[in-house]
Nanobody
Framework: VQLQASGGGLVQAGGSLRLSCTNS????????VGWFRQATGKEREFVAA????????NYAPSVEGRFIISRDRVKNTVYLQMNSLNAEDTAIYYC?????????????????WGQGTQVTVSS
């Protein structure tokens, strides 16, 4: 599994970004995928997750209603559409592949991690 996260950048508060997580190998296409983030000086936290077929999703309360996770199984890519961004969303965002097909929320349930993409929201 080789995960490549992209789409981060600098955006003003209230703006939007779409992150992409592409698995360059076809392995683990039947696994759940999650997004996590880590702000400077803070622990890594769960953001959103999607099950293997996209039928189940989970979101952290802090992003519920603003972020949307989706996946394109043909392109082997998972997306995180982030809307109404605020300064508290500033962090490095990581995608990861779960050990199971579920939309897992705990980092301990993930086995492969991408390199991260920086999201900075200016207020």
């Amino acid at each position: 599994v080789q995960l490549q996260a992209s789409g981060g950048g600098l955006v003003q508060a209230g703006g939007s970004l779409r992150l992409s997580c592409t698995n360059s190998r076809r392995t683990s296409s039947n696994n759940g995928v999650g997004w996590f983030r880590q702000a400077t000086g803070k622990e890594r936290e769960f953001v959103a997750a999607i099950s293997w077929n996209g039928g189940d999703t989970n979101y952290a309360p802090s992003v519920e209603g603003r972020f949307i996770i989706s996946r394109d199984r043909v392109k082997n890519t998972v997306y995180l559409q982030m809307n109404s961004l605020n300064a508290e969303d500033t962090a490095i965002y990581y995608c990861a592949t779960a050990r199971s097909a579920a939309a897992a929320t705990s980092p301990s349930l993930y086995s492969y991690w991408g390199q991260g993409t920086q999201v900075t929201v200016s207020s």
